[in-house]
């Protein structure tokens, strides 16, 4: 079994500074964060953090507390066609940002399929998007995730897409909410197929909400970690046993869920469950 790396997403703590940020992860005994925003700005080239004339001293902050940044979540998505300029451009700056701030990738989306006629369409444009940003990236250290998320939450679509991307530096993250809504407790049918490009893993929990009539979810109610229904144990557990050294990301949604518990109380829960795993 590998050693367990943990790191918390900062959209579990939108008020906090990033000198917050850095003491707290320290104290909590988090080795890095995941930047999905940070002081109130979500572009990459747009972080005074990461500005040129910044980066050094975040450097020396971050070595100071003993954090890295493991990764970099974009809103990068590839399903609209008239965005794909934007969003590619929007992913490019965020690849050189990365690259100067030594941060080891960016997250992407492939989003949402609206009209299943299209499914093959948007599969493309997704794959497109994918080989842009990887060939842009093959000049740097930067690796390209994209993120299950959306309607981009089978083993169906994700093969697709996974297969046609002929690039090193692609790799998937598993956001576990989000393929429970169609696996549930069957997370290995889902897992088994993508584990070769599983590079990072956003942890969360949620309770399912279910009609007697229906498999499958119509709904769910997030949750602190291990009050719900993801089968989040037996998931890290198979993951480790299986040599997996990428970290496990808490990805508690404060920034889109104001309702949902402080992150005071929350990131500690989360480090209690997953040291609770062995």
Partial sequence: MTTMKLSFTTLGCPDWSFDTLLSQAEALGFPAIEV?????????DRIAAFQPGQQQ????KLHQHHVAINGFG???????LQLMPQMLAEGRAAIDVCQAMKIPAIR??????????????????????LNHLCEYARRTDVQIWLEVHGDFNTTERLLAVAECVAHARFGIIWDIGHSDLNYGDDFLSFYQPL?????HVHVKDHRRIVNADQRKPVGVQ????GEGDIP????VRTLLDDGFDGYFSF?????????LPEPEIAFPAYVRLMRSIS
Avoid: M, Y
Wanted: hydrophobic share 35%; with cysteine; glycine share 6%.
């Fill in 74 to 80: 974009t809103s990068v998505r590839f399903d609209d």
């Fill in 108 to 129: 992407v989306f492939g989003n949402a399929i609206p009209d299943q006629n299209q499914e093959t369409t948007v599969i493309n444009q997704v794959v497109d998007g």
């Fill in 251 to 259: 990805e508690w949604e404060k920034k889109w869920h104001p309702e």
């Fill in 232 to 235: 989040i144990i037996p998931i």
């Fill in 195 to 199: 584990r070769r490009w599983i590079r």
């Fill in 36 to 44: 999905r925003g940070l002081e109130g700005e979500l572009l990459a």
């Fill in 57 to 60: 001293t975040t450097q020396d």
């Fill in 222 to 225: 997030l949750c602190l970690p």
